[in-house]
């Protein structure tokens, strides 16, 4: 099999094709950037029966499956995308990141 030869400057040509490439890309996701998208944090889950939902009363308990300090998972648009723990801000709920899933898993379990 014969070996491809390079001219000396061709990698950086490659480079600078590159980099140009991701520019144009970063440039064209401009476009999405102000789409307004719905997050949604999930405290846990858990399954009951009718009769347990027709007893629900003010002051019922709904015991979930997830344990005390365990991350919550955060919803993009229904999707998981991070887990992370709650926090206080300024009087308010809030979620401080602590873990991202990596987008493509995130496609491939939509699909």
């Given at each position: ?81 991070a887990r992370g723990e709650v926090v206080v801000v300024n009087e308010r709920f809030g979620i ?16």
């Amino acid at each position: 099999m014969a070996e491809e030869k390079t001219k000396p400057g061709a990698k950086k040509e490659n480079e600078s094709a590159g980099s140009q490439k991701l520019s144009e890309a970063i440039s064209e996701l401009d476009h999405f950037l102000d789409i307004p998208l719905s997050i949604s944090v999930e405290l846990g889950r858990a399954n009951i029966t009718v009769k347990d939902v027709v007893a629900l009363q003010v002051g019922s308990v709904v015991e979930l499956h997830k344990l005390v300090g365990e991350p919550m998972e955060i919803y993009i648009n229904g999707l998981v995308t991070a887990r992370g723990e709650v926090v206080v801000v300024n009087e308010r709920f809030g979620i401080r990141v602590t873990d991202v899933i990596d987008p493509l898993e995130v496609v491939r379990s939509s699909v």
